[in-house]
C-alpha cells in the first residue's frame, strides 16, 4: 500500500472518537474505473473488523456524477456500515470531494466538465450548506498542492483538506500535510478505493456519530475531523475500549 502522512495519532486527543468513515470511495455502480462493488466493499469491513479494524462507514464520491435517487439503505443496514454518497468533481485547481449536493448545485453547474472554476463552485457548496474537500492534495496536477504553490487557490473558501489519501504516495500524503498545517486547516483522510482490499485504508475520526451527509457536513464544517490511518484507527479504537484502573 502507497501511503503515510501527518501522525495522525501522535495529535491532540481532547475527546473521545464516536467513529471512523472513509470518505472517498469509488464503485462499479458508477465509476469506470472501479473494480469494487458496495456490497464487495462493505463485506470486506465486515471481516477487516473480525480482524479489530474500525469503518463505521463509508462515503462514495463516483466520479464527475451524483444520483440522488441512489440509495444503499439495506446494504448498510445487512452489514452494520454506514452508505452516504458524495462527488469527485474536478476544477481549475484538481479535484474536490463534495458532500451535500443539491439540484441547485447540479443545475449550476455541468458536473462532467473537468475544469470546474473552483472558486464558484466552492462557494455555492458552501451558500447551499454543502462542504467541499479537496483531494489527493500532494498529486501532481490534479492535487491541491501545485496550483497552491503558484498561488491559484482560494484558501478562503477551503475548510478542510485530504491529507491522507490512500492510493497516493508517501511523498504525495506528506506534502498534502505540509499544505494542512501551513494553512492550519483540518485534514481528512479517504482510501480513494477502486478495488475492494483498498477500503477504509485512510480515514477519518469524528467526535459524534455520523449517519447522515447532513451530519458529515456539519462536522466538515466545524472542523470536528481528522485524518488517520487504518493502523491508527485500530489503535485509538483499541484504547478506547481498554480498561482503565
Known amino acids: ?3 503515510s502522512g501527518p501522525d495522525a495519532a501522535a495529535s ?34 465486515a471481516a477487516r473488523r ?12 463516483e466520479h464527475r456524477q451524483f444520483d440522488p435517487a441512489v440509495r444503499y439503505d439495506e446494504l448498510a443496514e445487512r452489514y452494520d456500515v454506514a452508505v452516504l454518497l458524495g ?15 443539491t439540484p441547485a448545485l447540479a443545475q449550476r453547474f455541468d458536473f462532467a466538465d473537468v475544469a470546474l472554476p473552483h472558486r464558484e463552485l466552492l462557494a455555492a457548496v458552501r451558500d447551499e450548506g454543502g462542504a467541499a474537500v479537496p483531494a489527493h492534495a ?6 491541491l498542492c501545485d496550483h497552491a504553490e503558484r498561488g491559484d487557490v482560494a484558501f478562503e473558501l477551503v475548510g478542510a483538506v485530504e491529507a491522507l489519501n490512500g492510493g497516493s504516495s508517501d511523498e504525495e500524503n506528506g506534502r498534502a500535510g505540509r499544505l494542512v498545517a501551513e494553512h492550519r486547516l483540518p485534514s481528512v483522510g479517504g482510501s480513494d478505493a477502486h478495488f475492494v482490499s483498498a477500503i477504509g ?6 467526535e459524534r456519530p455520523v449517519t447522515s451527509i447532513e451530519v458529515l457536513v456539519e462536522e466538515l464544517r466545524a472542523g ?3 485524518a488517520l490511518t487504518a493502523d491508527q484507527a485500530r489503535a485509538e479504537a483499541a484504547a478506547e475500549c481498554a480498561p482503565t484502573s
Open 224 to 226: 470536528r475531523v481528522r
Open 138 to 143: 500532494g498529486r501532481p496536477r490534479i492535487g
Open 50 to 61: 473480525k480482524r479489530g479494524d474500525r469503518v463505521d462507514g463509508i462515503v462514495l464520491t
Open 12 to 45: 491532540e486527543r481532547g475527546h473521545a472518537i464516536a467513529c471512523y468513515l472513509d470518505l472517498h470511495a469509488h464503485s462499479t455502480d458508477a465509476s469506470d474505473d472501479a473494480g469494487g462493488t458496495v456490497e464487495g466493499y462493505l463485506k470486506w469491513i
Open 1 to 3: 500500500m502507497r501511503r
Open 201 to 206: 485504508r485512510c480515514l477519518t475520526a469524528f
Open 87 to 101: 462527488a469527485e468533481l474536478e476544477t481549475d485547481v484538481g479535484h474536490l470531494l463534495v458532500y451535500g449536493l
